[in-house]
Nanobody, 124 residues
Framework: QVQLVESGGGLVQAGGSLRLSCAAS????????MGWFRQAPGKERDFVAA????????YYADSVKGRFTISKNNAKNTVYLQLNSLKPEDTAVYYC?????????????????WGQGTQVTVSS
């Protein structure tokens, strides 16, 4: 079992930055691919970014590429998502997730554990 707790969300003006954190406990964190997804009101949950178990590979949705950065600290059992140049359309609840088995990194069903989410609101 893995518990994931996100933090760092909040209200920010367009062009601003936030850093989201996701602290993991339970199962060995270092062997997990970690992902971030987001869900805007009335929309489906979408892939944002993912990082391999070693941290050596990262993946981003086209909509956030160049603005968001995912990183992982295995010693602290924490994954981060740095959000820069935020836009109103980035407003959503952001979820972190852990994937321990094979599966496509951008597909929700590939992930075994999910956090409760943290709200990010970007005002124009």
């Amino acid at each position: 079992q893995v518990q994931l707790v996100e933090s760092g969300g909040g209200l920010v003006q367009a062009g601003g930055s936030l850093r989201l954190s996701c602290a993991a406990s339970g199962r060995i964190f270092s062997s997990a691919t970690m992902g971030w997804f987001r869900q805007a009101p009335g929309k489906e949950r979408d892939f944002v970014a993912a990082i391999s178990w070693s941290g050596g590979s990262t993946y981003y949705a086209d909509s956030v590429k160049g603005r968001f950065t995912i990183s992982k600290n295995n010693a602290k059992n924490t994954v981060y998502l740095q959000l820069n140049s935020l836009k109103p359309e980035d407003t959503a609840v952001y979820y972190c997730a852990a994937k321990y088995y094979s599966g496509i990194y951008y597909t929700q069903s590939s992930y075994n554990y999910w956090g409760q989410g943290t709200q990010v609101t970007v005002s124009s």
